[in-house]
C-alpha cells in the first residue's frame, strides 16, 4: 500500500524496548517518548505479520537497547517465519558476541552496530561505560556468524569524532569487510535541542573528502535516497536527514514504538497509532485499519 505521496511501505523498524545498558548523551530514543507497555512476543510477531499483509519486506528490530531482552532469540525466530525479506537489528553491540550465533541460527539477516569511536576515552565520553572492547568483540564474532554486510553506524559530532577519527573508523570497516554508515545528529525530542544545538556537523565537507576518494557513488532510492560511495573496495554511505527533502520523499518506513504505537515519522509524535490495543482485545479488523490509518498519516516532514 503506498501513501498520499506515492511512497510505498517495504520497511518496518520497530523498537523492542525502551531499555538501554548504555547511556548516548545525544540519544533521540527513536524519537519515543517514555510508555509503560512493552509488546510480548507473539504480540511483535503478529503486528510483523499484518505489515507483511502491507507489502513490508524489510523489519528492523531496534530500541532501547533489543539485546537487553533475554526473548530477543526467540522474537527473531518468530518473525523469521513470516513472508519477509529482511531481518536485522540495530545494536550498540555490547552484549552481541554472546547471542549473535543463536541470533544467526534464528534467521537474522544482518546486524548494524553503533561505533562513533575506536577511542575508549572518548567511547566512554560518549556512552557513559567502557565497553568498547566488547563492542569491536561483537563486530568481529557478528562478521564470523556470517551476518554479512555488518554495517557499523557512526554518529557524527561535532569536535568529539568529525576529524580523523573518521579516517581512521573507515579504515577499520575497509580492514573488517563491513560497510560504515555516517549519520548526522538529529533534533528530535525538545530535550536534544541543546545538544543538537552544541554537537551537530553538516555532513557536506565530510561527504565532499569521501566522494573524492571514491571511485563509484550509488543511491538507495528505496533506502530515502541515501547515497553509497565505493572507496578501496569498501562502502561508505552517508545518510543526512536533516533539513532533507530527498531523504522524506523517498522514505519508505514505517515505525512502531515499543508500547506497540504505529509511528509515521521519527520527527513526531502527534499522529500515533496504537495498534497494540487491538491486537490485545484480537479484533482483527481494527488491527488493519490502524496500519491503514498510519499509512494515511505519513507525510515528508521537511518538504
Ligand atoms: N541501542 C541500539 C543501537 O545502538 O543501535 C538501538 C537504538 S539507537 C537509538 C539506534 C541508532 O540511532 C544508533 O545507531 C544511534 O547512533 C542512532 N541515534 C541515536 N540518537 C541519534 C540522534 N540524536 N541523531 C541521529 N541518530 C541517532
Known amino acids: 500500500m503506498k501513501d498520499d505521496y506515492g511512497r510505498p511501505l517495504t520497511s518496518l523498524r520497530i523498537s523492542i524496548t525502551q531499555k538501554c545498558d548504555l547511556n548516548c548523551f545525544y540519544c533521540h530514543r527513536e524519537g519515543c517518548e517514555r510508555e509503560n507497555r512493552e509488546m510480548n512476543v507473539s504480540e511483535i510477531s503478529k503486528l510483523v505479520e499484518v505489515a507483511a499483509d502491507f507489502g513490508t519486506k524489510k523489519i528492523k528490530i531496534t530500541g532501547g537497547e533489543p539485546l537487553i531482552r533475554d526473548d530477543i532469540v526467540d522474537i527473531v525466530d518468530e518473525i523469521s517465519q513470516l513472508p519477509v525479506e529482511d531481518i536485522s537489528i ?7 558476541s554472546e547471542k549473535v550465533d543463536a541470533l544467526a541460527e534464528a534467521g537474522l539477516d544482518r546486524v548494524n552496530i553503533s561505533l562513533d569511536t575506536l577511542n575508549p576515552e572518548t567511547y566512554e565520553s560518549i556512552t557513559g561505560k567502557d565497553s568498547l572492547e566488547k563492542v569491536l568483540k561483537g563486530i568481529d564474532f557478528a562478521i564470523e556468524a556470517g551476518l554479512h554486510p555488518v554495517k557499523l553506524n ?7 569524532n568529525d576529524g580523523e577519527e573518521i579516517d581512521g573508523l573507515i579504515n577499520y570497516s575497509l580492514d573488517k569487510g563491513a560497510i560504515l554508515q555516517l549519520i548526522e545528529l538529529e533534533k528530535v525530542l525538545p530535550e536534544n535541542e541543546k545538544i543538537y544545538k552544541k554537537y ?8 565532499e573528502k569521501i566522494r573524492k576518494k571514491a571511485s563509484d557513488v550509488e543511491t538507495r532510492w528505496l533506502m530515502q535516497a541515501r547515497r553509497k560511495y565505493l572507496v578501496d573496495g569498501g562502502e561508505v554511505e552517508v545518510v543526512n536527514p536533516m533539513h532533507n527533502s530527498e531523504f522524506c520523499k523517498y522514505c519508505t518506513r514505517l515505525r512502531m514504538t515499543a508500547g506497540g504505537y504505529l509511528k509515521p515519522c521519527l520527527m513526531r509524535n502527534d499522529n500515533l497509532v496504537d495498534v497494540l490495543t487491538p491486537v490485545r482485545n484480537k479484533d482483527e ?10 499509512i494515511k498519516l505519513r507525510e515528508p516532514y521537511f518538504h
Open 200 to 207: 551537530h556537523k553538516d555532513l557536506d565537507s565530510i561527504e
Open 285 to 294: 479488523e481494527k488491527i488493519r485499519e490502524a496500519y491503514e490509518t498510519a
Open 154 to 160: 557512526t554518529l557524527i559530532l561535532d569536535g568529539i
Open 90 to 96: 540495530t545494536t550498540n553491540g555490547v552484549t552481541l
